[in-house]
């Protein structure tokens, strides 16, 4: 079983940027692949970014490429999205999710078995 815990949401303005949290449980962060969702009030779950776990491949959403990163602290099990530029379209519940299947870093949402609870972002225009 892997327990995932969320962190660092809040409400920010446009233009700030915000490092979300991931706190895995449960197995090592090399031994799955790990990625990062959202979901706004009205829309279905929507892919940002993922690793995998060897952490060589990343995969993002055209919509975040070159404003959010992924990336992990294998000494503290945690993974973490940096997100620069924010917008008000970016406002959404965030969640991090794991994939026991390792060697992907895939974008589909049912590929991922284990999900956190969600921290809400909110940016104001």
Do not use: H
Not at 26 to 32: A, F, I
Not at 97 to 112: C, F, K, M, N
Request: proline fraction near 1%; glycine fraction near 10%.
């Amino acid at each position: 079983q892997v327990q995932l815990v969320e962190s660092g949401g809040g409400l920010v303005q446009a233009g700030d940027s915000l490092r979300l949290s991931c706190a895995v449980s449960g197995r090592r962060v090399l031994s799955v692949a790990t990625g990062w969702f959202r979901q706004a009030l009205g829309k279905e779950r929507e892919f940002l970014a993922a690793v995998n776990g060897r952490g060589q491949l990343t995969n993002y959403a055209d919509s975040v490429k070159g404003r959010f990163t992924i990336s992990r602290d294998i000494a503290k099990n945690t993974v973490f999205l940096q997100m620069n530029s924010l917008e008000p379209e970016d406002t959404a519940v965030y969640y991090c999710a794991a994939d026991q299947r390792s060697s992907y870093a895939t974008r589909q949402v049912g590929e991922y078995e284990y999900w956190g609870q969600g921290t809400q972002v909110t940016v104001s225009s």
